[in-house]
């Protein structure tokens, strides 16, 4: 990967946390963008110190976070009705990022043989509790041994981006499928939002993706993207956050508007707010 301080895409602050600035520098070539100075794996934890982090949270204290949470199960059973039409046997799945564990426990009632990864031990305690089972790491686990590994928003949070990748092929059955969800910082409403874009979340999100840069990465280990598939419901929840970094509060309508009129735009350009990407290793 190739990135200069003097290629600058854009400067952003840690809305969410810190209030400190981050610069994302762009590898043209790939067209992905790394957050920088990227924090040490020492000092990282700190920045996902919150009760706004909603991922590692169950609750439903404010009407954002009981629409978050209605969508949010209504997704889990379209990625399980996903992975089963990928793996109609089903098998063996990983799910790097577990976080609270509601995909996992979903999975697990329709027959998956299931396992996680979460770094946070707030989410793991409340995922173990829905009967979910998690590896200490991906170092533990067997290569070749997983139908279908799936990472739900998580790549972006990885510290070595190359390694990951080498890790995920590693562990993947030869005829299995990655399955890899990601913001994409080429969507209407990051183009709308700019540096008040909720997604790019610096610098939890240590990697901003284009669909060019995730086909080269995975490329780059003789694997294949197969399938892109938009996530409609992100760019409405982005936006509304959005509008709270740009203007201190919640417009629900500004932010419906934005999220709508980003999704009929990705219907011409399909550049959504979120993709899912289905991968394989590459058997030419």
Same mark, same amino acid.
């Given at each position: 990967m190739n990135f200069s301080e003097q290629n600058v895409f854009i400067t952003v602050t840690d809305h969410s946390v810190s209030g400190e600035t981050f610069k994302l520098l762009l590898d043209s070539e790939l067209q992905l963008l790394k957050t920088h100075p990227q924090p040490s794996l020492e000092n990282l934890p700190k920045y996902y110190e919150s009760d706004d982090y909603i991922s590692h949270t169950d609750g439903k204290r404010s009407l954002f976070e009981k629409v978050y949470h209605f969508i949010k199960r209504k997704a889990i059973r379209e990625?399980?009705?996903?992975?089963?039409?990928?793996?109609p046997q089903k098998g063996m799945l990983l799910d790097i990022g577990a976080g609270t564990g509601d995909f996992l426990q979903e999975a697990n009632n329709q027959n998956w043989n299931c396992t996680g990864i979460e770094p946070s031990e707030k989410a793991k305690s409340i995922a173990i509790t829905k009967g979910v089972s998690f590896a200490a790491d991906l170092a533990s686990l067997e290569s070749y041994s997983f139908d279908v590994i799936?990472?739900?928003?998580? *790549? &972006?949070?990885?510290?070595? !981006?190359?390694?990951?990748? *080498? &890790?995920?092929?590693?562990? !993947?059955?030869?005829?299995?499928a990655i399955v890899i969800a990601v913001p994409n910082y080429k969507s209407f409403d990051a183009q709308h939002y700019g540096?008040?874009?909720?997604?790019?979340?610096?610098?939890?999100?240590?990697?901003?993706?284009?669909?060019?840069a995730i086909e080269k990465l995975f490329a780059r280990e003789n694997m294949k993207l197969i399938k892109i598939l938009p996530m409609v419901f992100d760019s409405f929840y982005v936006s509304l956050l959005s509008e709270k970094y740009k203007t201190g509060k919640m417009n629900f309508i500004n932010g419906f508007f934005i999220g709508l009129q980003s999704n009929i735009k990705a219907k011409q350009n399909f550049e959504y707010s979120s993709h899912i990407y289905v991968i394989k290793n590459n058997k030419n």
């Open positions: 990625k399980v009705s996903l992975i089963t039409k990928l793996q799936t990472m739900w928003h998580v *790549l &972006e949070h990885v510290p070595d !981006l190359e390694q990951q990748i *080498l &890790e995920l092929k590693r562990l !993947l059955k030869p005829s299995g540096k008040f874009w909720a997604a790019y979340d610096v610098p939890r999100h240590l990697w901003h993706f284009s669909k060019i």
